[in-house]
């Protein structure tokens, strides 16, 4: 999901203090914001904005296109449920730590409807010059600036960093799209490239990744498809592997997820691999320099 | 887990001592004497034995109890009444999260660890996918099974995997696996081994279960991050660093290793955990190995003005004997830059790179 110019987004959560304080930012960012969602609050004005019952009241009141959720995670598959029933073309899930079961739920009501989901555990998304969706510093032009440079990760602090570093370089983003750092998240690594690959503003893609799950490799081979160039950071290279399902979650998963297996993958698919944030700017400038466009 | 999910289980009794399963035989009867450990392979490892006397299941405890199993001590052991197998099967529900559904795991061949049964047995394995508004339906379960020779105990063993499927949906299981479902001698069928990982995020509605769960092996300092709910890994370097993030942390160590050090901890304060600098900063310090300090923040949600000031306050309490080296990014970015410069005369490094690069030159 790439944010667009004239977006409108709803707030689910904006009474509470992070969704005052982003709505804020998002405000300030460009981002149109039509109005939150607080079930306790309905038919109040905060931060100057209507605040609705429910996602599906705010869509026949104030339509909106994307959602963004600022709530708990014992709340938040029906605050998912809610914006999926009002038809919301995009959902931002901001919560960390929904029960898994949970999420299983919410991607199956969202299959079976048109929209959209980022996260969860995502910091959002942002389109610098015209807006951002979620937790990211969007609003701060020493770390976004127009560009052509599209950025796909999963960490949100990662990504600022390197975001930083591209326009520490002169290189300006066409879009930032955090995907999440949760093992089941709505929009993939992969899904996340195709986007920026038919995004027409976007000239070459960074893809942030990190060890675990199999998500890098399985965009690969869409990678060696594009004429775009990409090049790739992976986080994780001397940390101990984290936790996994045993030899059950390797039926399904087989042994993906290592460093060193997610850089030879993405190698063969003719990824540019960073040993540092800091080489990213260079490997791109190199890329772009020698890609037939 | 098993028996109200209505899934029939050996007779057992836990012990903590040879004298108490001398006892717990008399009830039992020719049992198999199992370490209680929250590992695999206890068989392998020696942690499973068997009785046929008093005698018997006094020294099978005594023999396990103490022992270590995958860096786990032996605290109890479980008598659990032998019964006789006619088959070994293999059942699993777990959440495929690549593909966000449930998914059922069945093989006609059981007893081993199911990679192995995969590879060996491919023809006798069955997948299933779920949709979680319907459940595993009996049908669904009958059908999963076609083509398999399992004789009269089909539907016994399609009810057993509809019970296991509402056993997951109740403890909100990440992953919930018999191995071997056992078809005994007398046509019933039985779980003879049960493993379960439980979804540290349900943890709140599945309060009985989060009780039970096995204590991770951690240090001391391990330990006391986990009680002030940071994650917290000791390493065997000596650059310590403090970061906002998973992924930023991964990429500090990262970029230490890169550049020729070696780090002595992770440690995660990014998401809620931001405003625990103060603490975090403490665990970093108590690392034995300690020499220098990188503090590397780039804020997206965290604010980098909360963790500065709470790094700082702390650094001032603490008055460390070690070099600190900072770099400071992002949200609340110009506020956390003043409070490191008033208050510890330090100016941070424009990159994360030269921070470290500083770090790792003070720790030679």
């Known amino acids: 999901m790439i944010y667009r110019k004239g977006q409108r987004v709803l707030v689910q959560g904006i009474t509470g203090k992070q969704g005052s304080f982003w709505t804020g930012k998002m405000a300030e960012c460009g981002t149109v914001i039509v109005g939150g969602v607080n079930p306790k609050r309905a038919g109040e004005t905060h931060l100057g904005l209507p605040v609705f019952a429910s996602a599906q009241e705010a869509m026949a009141r104030a339509p909106f296109d994307i959602a963004v ?102 290189l300006g983003q066409s879009a930032f799209i955090g995907i999440g750092g949760d093992p089941m998240i709505g929009t993939t690594t992969r899904e996340a490239l195709a986007e920026l690959d038919a995004d027409s503003a976007t000239e070459a893609v960074v893809l942030v990744g990190e060890i675990g799950g199999g998500m890098e490799e399985a965009a690969a081979d869409y990678a060696a498809r594009m004429s775009k160039p990409v090049v790739a950071f992976i986080a994780g290279r001397v940390s101990p592997p984290g936790k996994k399902m045993g030899h059950a979650g390797a039926i399904v998963t087989g042994h993906a997820g290592s460093y060193a297996g997610k850089r030879a993958t993405l190698e063969a698919s003719g990824v540019s691999v960073a040993d540092t944030p800091s080489q990213i700017p260079a490997l791109l400038r190199s890329r772009l320099s020698t890609s037939c466009r | 887990m098993l028996a109200p999910a209505g899934i029939a289980v050996p007779r057992s009794v836990l012990c903590a001592s040879a004298e108490e399963a001398r006892t717990a035989f008399a009830e039992i009867g020719p049992c198999m004497v199992k370490a209680q450990v929250p590992a695999g392979k206890r068989g392998k490892a020696g942690g499973i034995r068997k009785a046929d006397s008093p005698e018997q299941a006094a020294d099978a405890a005594a023999a396990s109890l103490g022992m270590e199993i995958d860096g786990h001590r032996v605290d109890s052991v479980l008598l659990e009444a032998r019964a006789e197998v006619a088959r070994e099967f293999y059942a699993a529900i777990m959440t495929d999260f690549p593909a966000a559904r449930p998914l059922v795991l069945f093989s006609a061949e059981g007893g081993m660890d199911i990679e192995e049964v995969a590879a060996a047995h491919p023809g ?226 424009d990159l994360m790179e030269d921070a470290i690069q500083a770090a790792i030159e003070a720790a030679r």
């Open chain 1, 69 to 170: 959720m600022f709530v708990p995670p014992a709340g938040a598959r029906d605050a998912a449920l809610d914006a999926i029933a009002a038809r919301a073309a995009g959902l931002v899930i901001l919560t960390e730590h929904i029960p898994a079961q949970d999420v299983l739920a919410i991607r199956e009501a969202a299959a079976a409807s048109a929209t959209r989901i980022v996260g969860p555990n995502t910091a959002g998304i942002v389109t610098p010059g015209a807006g951002f969706v979620g937790i990211m510093p969007g609003h701060n032009p020493n770390i976004f600036q127009p560009g052509r440079i599209g950025v796909l990760s999963r960490s949100g602090s990662l990504g600022t960093l390197i975001c930083l570093n591209l326009t520490r370089a002169g």
């Open chain 2, 124 to 349: 006798a394995l069955r997948r299933l996918h779920v949709p979680l508004s319907q459940g595993l339906t009996q049908a669904a379960a009958d059908a999963m099974l076609g083509g398999l020779d399992l004789g009269p105990a089909r539907a016994a063993i399609a009810d057993a995997l509809t019970k296991l499927y509402r056993a997951y949906r109740d403890t909100d299981a990440e992953l919930i696996e018999i191995n071997p479902l056992a078809l005994l001698a007398d046509g019933s069928i039985a779980a003879l081994d049960c493993k379960l990982i439980i979804d540290d995020a349900s943890a709140e509605r599945q309060p009985q279960l989060a009780a039970l769960a096995a204590p991770e092996n951690l240090t001391a300092l391990e330990r006391r991050g986990q009680a002030a709910g940071l994650k917290f890994i000791e390493l065997d370097g000596d650059i310590g660093l403090l970061a906002n993030g998973a992924g930023l942390t991964m990429t500090t160590m990262d970029v230490i290793a890169h550049l020729g050090g070696r780090p002595a901890n992770f440690l995660e304060i990014g998401g809620e955990a931001y405003t625990k600098a103060e603490i975090a900063l403490g665990l970093v310090l108590a690392h034995p190995r300690i020499k220098s300090l990188v503090v590397n923040f780039c804020g997206a949600f965290a604010r980098t003005d909360v963790m500065a000031d709470g790094v700082t306050a702390a650094w001032q309490k603490l008055k460390p004997d070690i070099p600190v080296f900072f770099s400071i990014h992002g949200t609340g970015e110009d506020e956390a830059v003043r409070i490191v410069r008033d208050r510890l005369g330090l100016e941070p490094y």
